[in-house]
Structures are given as C-alpha cells and as structure tokens.
T-cell receptor, first 116, second 120 residues
Framework: KAGVTQTPRYLIKTRGQQVTLSCSPISGHRSVSWYQQTPGQGLQFLFEYFSETQRNKGNFPGRFSGRQFSNSRSEMNVSTLELGDSALYLC???????????????FGEGSRLTVL | AQKVTQAQTEISVVEKEDVTLDCVYETRDTTYYLFWYKQPPSGELVFLIRRNSFDEQNEISGRYSWNFQKSTSSFNFTITASQVVDSAVYFCALSDPHSNYGGSQGNLIFGKGTKLSVKP
C-alpha cells in the first residue's frame, strides 16, 4: 500500500515568488492535513481538508492557502514568499471521519522549501 | 490554551540503556487524545501511540512503554534497552478537541520534540 506522497521534495524560491506543493494521500483516506515544521516554531498546523472542504485552519496569514480535489489529492499554495517561510512542509492523511479511524495520522516525507 | 512541553531538547545514551522522554501537556478540556510520533532523519513522522483522556492504563509494546498520569498532566515514553535505530526526534502531541469533526484528529498540537541519539 503506497504511503503519502509529497512533491516536490526540495525546492528553492526567492522572496516574492509563490509556490505550490502537492500531496497524494493514502488510497481511501479522505482527510488531508498540512503542517509547517521549522527549527524555531516546531510543528505547526496549517489546515485540514475533508472531502474537498477545509474544516480546520491554523493561525497562518492568508498567503497560505490550500485545496483538495475530488480524488482527495491536496495542494497548498504560499504566495508572496518571505524568508521566514523556509521550512519543511508535511502532509498527513488519515481515516478521520470514516469507519476504522484510529486517530493515526500518516505523514509524507515532506517538501523542503528554501526561500532566498 | 492547549500546550505540549517537552523539556528535554536532546538526550544521548549508549546502546542498551533505558531512556525516558518526558511530555507535559496543558488543556482545559476533559476529552482529548495524546500521541507520540517518531521522526527519523528521512523526515516523515511515524505514529507510535494514541491514548484518550479516559484511559490511564500504562501501555507496553515491545521495548516501548508509556506512562499516562492525568494528575500530573504527563504522558511519558520509555524505551527499554535502546538501540541505534531508535535515534530520531520524538514528538508528543495533543489533539485540539475544538477542531474535532466527525472524529477528526487532523489538528494536533505538537511539542518541540526531543532528539534522541543512541550511540553504539
């Protein structure tokens, strides 16, 4: 069974640019969450999608947005990049809201974004 | 507000030693879940355990054991006879019940993590 796949794994952008990150959840999972991980702030929740609807959002500016498609794949976008956006962005999928849910989040290996 | 504190930033032990990772949490809610995740160098977080607030039984899984004490708001994790492969960053996390939706646990509040190095 394939795990959570995130692309790209690494990318470098400059300030002011925008970036789109992609996440393919485990087959059958309809919930996808995004987290930002930095050395200073640690792991912080960005948002969660379920069946194409955003149902939770963390405390991040509007430059951070996301969406989920009908096949549960999700993308997140960061516009007008700032140096502080350099981070590892982790995606997680789960059976949340579905039968068989154990509460476990299955994480991908992340997309490491460097903003110069 | 919900908060998770992992006071130990880094721990270094020699193989076969036992090691305990501390986790203290804060929440005003009576219903919540606690988790431990492991992050190896590859980056992905690996689920280790989930415990709900009504279940204070300790749990043992192989070399791993967890001690949940509501009276002290702690959920500590012990690795017995540590191995080099246990080297990783370990995160304790708390579910945010205000974000629950149909049983969703998508929003977790993580501690800053404890980096464990096990030397041969």
């Amino acid at each position: 069974k394939a795990g959570v796949t995130q692309t790209p794994r690494y990318l470098i952008k400059t300030r002011g640019q925008q970036v789109t990150l992609s996440c393919s959840p485990i087959s059958g999972h309809r919930s996808v969450s995004w987290y930002q991980q930095t050395p200073g702030q640690g792991l912080q929740f960005l948002f969660e999608y379920f069946s194409e609807t955003q149902r939770n959002k963390g405390n991040f500016p509007g430059r951070f947005s996301g969406r989920q498609f009908s096949n549960s794949r999700s993308e997140m976008n960061v516009s007008t990049l700032e140096l502080g956006d350099s981070a590892l962005y982790l995606c997680a999928s789960s059976l949340a809201g579905m039968a068989g849910n154990t509460g476990e989040l299955f994480f991908g290996e992340g997309s490491r974004l460097t903003v110069l | 507000a919900q908060k998770v504190t992992q006071a130990q930033t880094e721990i270094s032990v020699v193989e076969k030693e036992d090691v305990t990772l501390d986790c203290v949490y804060e929440t005003r809610d009576t219903t919540y879940y606690l988790f431990w995740y492991k992050q190896p160098p590859s980056g992905e977080l690996v689920f280790l355990i989930r415990r709900n607030s009504f279940d204070e039984q300790n749990e043992i899984s192989g070399r791993y054991s967890w001690n949940f004490q509501k009276s002290t708001s702690s959920f500590n994790f012990t690795i017995t006879a540590s191995q080099v492969v246990d080297s990783a960053v370990y995160f304790c996390a708390l579910s945010d019940p205000h974000s629950n939706y149909g049983g969703s646990q998508g929003n977790l509040i993580f501690g800053k993590g404890t980096k464990l190095s096990v030397k041969p």
